[in-house]
Nanobody, 120 residues
Framework: QLQLVESGGGLVQPGGSLRLSCVASGNIFRIYGMGWYRQAPGNQRELVASINSNYGTYYATFVKGRFTISRDNAKNTVDLQMDGLKPEDTAVYYC??????????????WGQGTQVTVSS
């Protein structure tokens, strides 16, 4: 019933920029926390950044000063602006949202993932 669709991934050179977007659609009553995670082959999935319903943000140490997370409640979207990209940022990026659909309890939803590759 609910769908999260990601876009914006691709191939960029070291030092370049990329903007990821994630939009939720469905019978949404309220979206609470939103976040971006990433997973490289052989690695654990790790939290990159998150933003709560009061627009408070959290960033992992390895992206602080380079990435910016934002949300638009009217459009049900969460974005991740990535600047100063490094080869170590190469991974599949996933968005996650905690959503309360009408007449249901809150549930975590995940996007399908989008590939980000940083290489010269």
């Amino acid at each position: 019933q609910l769908q999260l669709v990601e876009s914006g991934g691709g191939l960029v050179q070291p030092g370049g920029s990329l903007r990821l977007s994630c939009v939720a659609s469905g019978n949404i009553f309220r979206i609470y926390g939103m976040g971006w995670y990433r997973q490289a082959p052989g690695n654990q999935r790790e939290l990159v950044a998150s933003i709560n319903s009061n627009y408070g943000t959290y960033y992992a140490t390895f992206v602080k000063g380079r990435f910016t997370i934002s949300r638009d409640n009217a459009k049900n979207t969460v974005d991740l602006q990535m600047d100063g990209l490094k080869p170590e940022d190469t991974a599949v990026y996933y968005c996650k949202m905690t959503i309360n659909l009408r007449d249901t309890r809150t549930t975590e939803y995940w996007g399908q993932g989008t590939q980000v590759t940083v290489s010269s």
